[in-house]
């Protein structure tokens, strides 16, 4: 396969950035890999994985003569990245990055990126609870979605070759404006997000159940919710105070409709639950059907082989 891009350039390798650079060199979406994070720490096990064919020291160094370059860091970051970038960016490079907030990072962003280089923020929907650069792999994008919300007059050429070089890492591409990503994904993401870290805060604060309790008996809901509670504090504190208008207009529907299904229950009025539940079952259905998930038991975790036999990693089903 003829590599997509020339020379890529990231910037934060966790799980994202780490799995970027896996799979870009699994299959040959780009010819080299030039990777940096903030720690000298981190650089240090990049290189000692060879997930990258240079680790650098800074971002500028990262940055520069790369035809793209993918910020791989928490949304409240990438405005000063971007201003400490700017002047190491080629002509006709592109700028992108990988947050679950799009309109204020096209908003943080574009006021440092150059004339001449394309800004193209984008959101590959898929991740796992884990965080760190041993946490990544390959095929962590594959059958995933990944959206592009190019800002208006965006070069369309550019816009073509980034979604070429997620394609090539097994993503399905979609393009929207960054509000209207940032209104589904407060829905589909953010909002249960929140919901997962309420809950099992709740759960933490219970008096009259102990915490050797909570976690002995954890049914596959809390089981569940305790997965997704798990994500990297900065990243998710970084994205609701981002996204907080959709977030806020989503988390005052589910408010509504809580409070319609307390009363039903305060009513014994089975009939409005059942129908709330038949309707909401129904999405989980299309949500198979689609291929976005597995409709095998325990949402398509392996089980173990044997007593006492550890669990494979399963694969990333966490939005990010």
Same mark, same amino acid.
């Given at each position: 396969m003829t590599a997509v891009i020339d020379r890529l350039a990231l910037i934060g390798v966790g799980l994202i950035g780490g799995s970027i650079a896996r799979a870009a060199r699994e299959y040959g979406a780009a010819r080299e890999i030039v990777a940096t994070a903030r720690s000298a720490e981190t650089r240090k096990r990049v290189a000692e994985l060879g997930i990258a064919d240079r680790v650098v020291e800074t971002n500028a160094e990262a940055a520069r003569d790369a035809d793209l370059v993918i910020v791989c860091i928490p949304v409240g970051a990438s405005g000063p990245v971007a201003a400490e970038i700017a002047g190491s960016l080629k002509q006709g490079a592109i700028v992108s990055d990988v947050g679950s907030v799009k309109a204020a990072v096209l908003n943080d962003m574009a006021p440092h990126i150059p004339n001449g280089v394309h800004l193209i923020p984008a959101h590959p929907v898929a991740g796992t609870e884990n965080s760190g650069p041993d946490s990544g792999f390959a095929e962590?994008?594959?059958?995933?979605?990944?959206?592009?919300?190019?800002?208006?007059?965006?070069?369309?050429?550019?816009? &073509?070759?980034?979604?070429?070089?997620?394609?090539?890492?097994?993503?399905?591409?979609?393009?929207?404006?960054?509000?209207?990503?940032?209104?589904?994904?407060?829905?589909?993401?953010?909002?249960?997000?929140?919901?997962?870290?309420?809950?099992?805060?709740?759960?933490?604060?219970?008096?009259?159940?102990?915490?050797? &309790?909570?976690?002995?008996?954890?049914?596959?809901?809390?089981?569940?919710?305790?997965?997704?509670?798990?994500?990297?504090?900065?990243?998710?504190?970084?994205?609701?105070?981002?996204?907080?208008?959709?977030?806020?207009?989503?988390?005052?529907?589910?408010?509504?409709?809580?409070?319609?299904?307390?009363?039903?229950?305060?009513?014994?009025?089975? &009939?409005?639950?059942?129908?709330?539940?038949?309707?909401?079952?129904?999405?989980?259905?299309?949500?198979? *059907?689609?291929? *976005?998930?597995?409709?095998?038991?325990?949402?398509?975790?392996?089980? *173990?082989?044997?007593?006492?036999?550890?669990?494979?990693r399963p694969y990333a089903a966490d939005d990010e």
């Open positions: 962590l994008f594959v059958n995933r979605w990944c959206i592009l919300t190019p800002p208006v007059g965006a070069d369309a050429a550019a816009v &073509e070759k980034l979604g070429a070089f997620w394609s090539a890492l097994g993503a399905n591409v979609e393009v929207m404006t960054a509000e209207h990503h940032d209104m589904v994904l407060a829905i589909t993401s953010h909002l249960p997000h929140l919901i997962a870290y309420t809950i099992v805060g709740t759960a933490e604060e219970f008096s009259t159940v102990s915490r050797s &309790e909570v976690l002995k008996f954890s049914a596959g809901g809390f089981r569940d919710f305790t997965r997704i509670a798990a994500s990297d504090p900065t990243m998710w504190r970084d994205v609701f105070l981002h996204n907080k208008d959709a977030v806020l207009e989503m988390l005052a529907q589910f408010s509504e409709d809580l409070a319609k299904l307390t009363r039903a229950m305060r009513r014994g009025d089975g &009939e409005t639950l059942f129908d709330h539940f038949t309707r909401t079952r129904a999405i989980r259905r299309g949500i198979v *059907q689609i291929g *976005q998930d597995s409709a095998a038991p325990d949402f398509g975790r392996p089980h *173990q082989a044997k007593p006492g036999a550890p669990l494979p």
